[in-house]
């Protein structure tokens, strides 16, 4: 079935760089929509960045102009570019495939999760 591995999690200092990755099983990322989402230590976990299977993006507010979601159809992977972090940006991050299902039902599936810690 639906399967997500995430890769490119790190410590990275404040102002830099980083890019994630988000292997999807099969025809996956390109079929579906996919998103990354974010969980920091008590804090609930928030949708960061979207992408739909047509290329329509979505970004939280707080990484807008920071944040870059694409999607590599060859290759069935989703990327979140991620430029000028903050410490704010510290946080578990997952990838997310929303797909349809029958009847209007929706299914979610999650990755492991990739640590990002950002030092100041």
């Known amino acids: 079935q639906v399967q997500l591995v995430e890769s490119g999690g790190g410590l990275v200092q404040a102002g830099g760089s980083l890019r994630l990755s988000c292997a999807a099983s099969g025809s996956i990322a390109s079929r579906n929509a996919m998103g990354w989402y974010r969980q920091a230590p008590r804090k609930q976990r928030e949708l960061v960045a979207s992408?739909?299977?047509?290329?329509?993006?979505n970004y939280a507010d707080d990484v807008k102009g920071r944040f870059a979601i694409s999607r590599d159809n060859a290759k069935n992977t989703v990327y979140l570019q991620m430029n000028s972090v903050k410490p704010e940006d510290t946080a578990v991050y997952y990838c997310?495939?929303?797909?349809?299902?029958?009847?209007?039902?929706?299914?979610?599936?999650w990755g492991q999760g990739t640590q990002v810690t950002v030092s100041s």
């Open positions: 997310n495939a929303h797909v349809p299902m029958a009847w209007g039902r929706w299914g979610d599936y």
């Open positions: 992408i739909t299977s047509s290329g329509s993006t």
